[in-house]
C-alpha cells in the first residue's frame, strides 16, 4: 500500500525499542530522524545498528548498497527541533503517562499540523497520551514488538478522538515499511501483552518453585511449541521493570491472580537484574551487541 509518509521521527531511539524502529524505518526507505536525550545512547545505537547491518549482509539478507543506503537515511540529534519537517513521529520513550503526555505536548509546539503522532505503549492508554497535545486526532497507537528489527507484527489502536483518516493513513506505512499491522482497541496490552504477561508470569513463578532452570524452560517451549524465543529470554530481552510495568498495568484491571508480579521478578528488579541491558537477568551477558546483531 503507498503512502504520502516520506520522513520519519523516532523518539527514544537511543533504547533497545527506538533503535530498532529506526531500522524498521530506514531499511523501508524512509529518511529516519532519531531523537533522545543523551548523544551518548545515540552513538551506542548507531554502532548496533551498523553491527545488525553488517550481519545481515553477512548472511545474504541485504546487500551492501542497501546497507550503506539504510545508514545514510538515518540521522541523530538530541534537538527535538531535528523532528520539524518529519510526516510520523513515533514516540518509544519510557512507559510513564506523564513523560509521554509531556512529550507530545513538546511535539506539537514543534512538528507541522499535519504530522501524525505515534505511540508505541503496551500499558498505557492511547486516549490518555493523545490528550497531552493539541491533534488528538492525529495520534495512534502503534505497539511494535520486540526486536521491532525482527518481528513484522504492529499493533494498531486508536484513540477516542483518532481520525479515521490519521488510523487509515498510519496503517499504510506500516505496511510500506514491510510490517504486518492489526487492529486493537485501546485497552492495556491490546492483544499480546494480553496473553503473554500471565505466560510470562508462569514461566518466572516455575523457576522460582524449583521446577526446572531458566535454561530447560526455555528449550521446552522453544522446541515442544516451535517458539523462537523462550518466555525467559523474551524477559530478559524486555526487560524485567518493563514486565513490572505490565504487571501493575493489568492486575488492578484483570484482578487475574497470573497477572500480578512472581516475588521473585519484585527481587530481581529491586536488586537491578532487568535483562540484557544490565547484562544480567535470568541470564549473563557480556557484550552490547543489538539482538540479532
Known amino acids: 500500500?503507498?503512502?504520502?509518509?516520506?520522513?520519519?521521527?523516532?523518539?527514544?531511539?537511543?533504547?533497545?525499542?527506538?533503535?530498532?524502529?529506526?531500522?524498521?524505518?530506514?531499511?523501508?526507505?524512509?529518511?529516519?530522524?532519531?531523537?533522545?536525550?543523551?548523544?551518548?545512547?545515540?552513538?551506542?545505537?548507531?554502532?548496533?545498528?551498523?553491527?545488525?547491518?553488517?550481519?545481515?549482509?553477512?548472511?545474504?539478507?541485504?546487500?551492501?548498497?542497501?546497507?550503506?543506503?539504510?545508514?545514510?537515511?538515518?540521522?541523530?540529534s538530541t534537538d527535538m527541533g531535528a523532528l520539524a519537517d518529519c510526516d510520523l513521529v513515533i514516540e518509544a520513550v519510557f512507559e510513564d503517562l506523564g513523560v509521554k503526555r509531556e512529550l507530545l505536548g513538546a511535539l506539537d509546539g514543534i512538528c507541522k499540523p499535519e504530522a501524525l503522532f505515534a505511540s508505541n505503549t503496551s500499558t498505557l492508554s492511547i486516549t490518555e497520551i493523545a490528550a497531552g497535545c493539541d491533534r488528538q486526532d492525529r495520534v495512534v497507537g502503534m505497539h511494535f514488538c520486540l526486536p521491532a528489527q525482527l518481528m513484522k507484527l504492529i499493533e494498531m489502536s486508536p484513540g477516542v478522538n483518532t481520525s479515521d483518516e490519521a488510523f487509515a493513513d498510519a496503517w499504510a506505512w506500516t505496511?510500506?515499511?514491510?510490517?504486518?499491522?492489526?487492529?486493537?482497541?485501546?485497552?492495556?496490552?491490546?492483544?499480546?501483552?494480553?496473553?503473554?504477561?500471565?505466560?510470562?508470569?508462569?514461566?518466572?513463578?516455575?523457576?522460582?518453585?524449583?521446577?526446572?532452570?531458566?535454561?530447560?524452560?526455555?528449550?521446552?517451549?522453544?522446541?515442544?511449541?516451535?517458539?523462537?524465543?523462550?518466555?525467559?529470554?523474551?524477559?530478559?530481552?524486555?526487560?524485567?521493570?518493563?514486565?513490572?510495568?505490565?504487571?501493575?498495568?493489568?492486575?488492578?484491571?484483570?484482578?487475574?491472580?497470573?497477572?500480578?508480579?512472581?516475588?521473585?521478578?519484585r527481587r530481581m528488579v529491586a536488586a537491578g537484574h532487568l535483562g540484557r541491558k544490565t547484562g544480567r537477568g535470568f541470564y549473563t551477558y557480556d557484550d552490547n551487541a543489538m539482538f540479532g546483531g
Open 175 to 265: 505496511e510500506a515499511a514491510g510490517q504486518q499491522p492489526v487492529a486493537t482497541q485501546d485497552k492495556p496490552g491490546f492483544i499480546l501483552n494480553a496473553l503473554l504477561v500471565p505466560f510470562n508470569n508462569d514461566a518466572i513463578r516455575a523457576v522460582e518453585a524449583g521446577v526446572a532452570s531458566p535454561t530447560d524452560i526455555d528449550k521446552a517451549i522453544k522446541v515442544g511449541l516451535n517458539y523462537k524465543m523462550g518466555p525467559l529470554e523474551l524477559l530478559d530481552l524486555v526487560g524485567l521493570d518493563t514486565q513490572m510495568l505490565l504487571c501493575e498495568a493489568f492486575y488492578p484491571v484483570t484482578l487475574d491472580p497470573r497477572a500480578s508480579a512472581p516475588p521473585l521478578l
Open 1 to 76: 500500500m503507498s503512502t504520502n509518509i516520506q520522513k520519519v521521527g523516532v523518539c527514544g531511539a537511543g533504547g533497545t525499542m527506538g533503535a530498532g524502529i529506526a531500522i524498521v524505518a530506514s531499511r523501508a526507505g524512509f529518511e529516519t530522524a532519531c531523537f533522545d536525550t543523551s548523544m551518548e545512547v545515540l552513538d551506542r545505537a548507531r554502532s548496533q545498528t551498523e553491527g545488525f547491518f553488517g550481519k545481515s549482509v553477512d548472511r545474504g539478507k541485504m546487500a551492501t548498497t542497501d546497507r550503506d543506503a539504510a545508514l545514510a537515511r538515518l540521522s541523530a
